[in-house]
């Protein structure tokens, strides 16, 4: 469940970072 979890936060959370870098 953990692993699962960390795998949703790092699908949110890497486009986003990619987003950010962009700018």
Known sequence: ???DWE???LQ???PLV???RMI
């Open 1 to 3: 469940a953990w692993v």
């Open 7 to 9: 795998d949703q936060i």
């Open 12 to 14: 949110d959370t890497v």
């Open 18 to 20: 990619n987003f950010v």
